[in-house]
């Protein structure tokens, strides 16, 4: 059976352009956006193709889901594009790991760039309530400096988050949860 989504990859981006399919990604899982809508609304009628992340745009491949197409219109083999995905983004593997893992426990991972860090992390999704988690992902052989956890502790308190440390300690996942603290 053939995916029932089509994204097409132009340089780095993943634009899904039949907006029915992109307002349905949207509505069933907060995948990708409309293009030039920085806080869209469940339920809105999208006016505008949308655009995936790449974790968004793998995980979905991978679920047999998308199939994403070249500028010229031709397939891209899920190995292919993984391929891409590692090229263009620093630590993409890693990150994947752990979008890949909170996705099929049914949380909604979204970038988290607002906060400094990799994922902003939904129970229910963007819109619905506020993400109760902010994760930074850290490289196995990653280091973090002490201040910088102090500065996201801080930050995660004052947006009421909780932060997430994620890394792959012998070849298995861990998330190390920092509570904030309330007086």
């Known amino acids: 059976m053939a995916p029932k989504y089509q994204a097409q990859l132009m340089g780095r981006r993943i634009i899904v352009w039949d907006i029915d399919q992109g307002t349905e ?21 999208f006016r505008d193709p949308s655009e995936l992340s790449a974790f968004e745009a793998l995980y979905l491949l991978e679920k047999k889901k998308l199939s994403i197409v070249n500028e010229d219109g031709e397939n891209i ?26 996705r099929n426990l049914g949380y909604i991972v979204r970038p988290g760039l607002k906060f400094g860090v990799d994922f902003a992390v939904y129970m229910k999704g963007p819109g619905l309530e506020h993400s109760p988690y902010m994760i930074q992902i850290i490289e196995k052989d990653g280091k973090i400096d002490p201040i910088e956890l102090v500065r996201a502790g801080r930050l995660a308190t004052t947006v009421r988050k909780n932060f997430v440390l994620a890394s792959t300690i012998k070849k298995k996942l861990h998330f190390f949860v920092f509570n904030r603290y309330k007086p």
């Open 77 to 102: 083999p899920k190995t292919d594009f993984s391929k891409k995905c590692q090229e263009f983004y620093m630590n993409f593997e890693s990150k994947m790991n752990v979008y890949r893992y909170l």
């Open 25 to 45: 990604l949207y509505s069933n899982g907060f995948y990708g956006k409309p293009m030039g809508v920085r806080k869209p609304n469940l339920g809105d009628e």
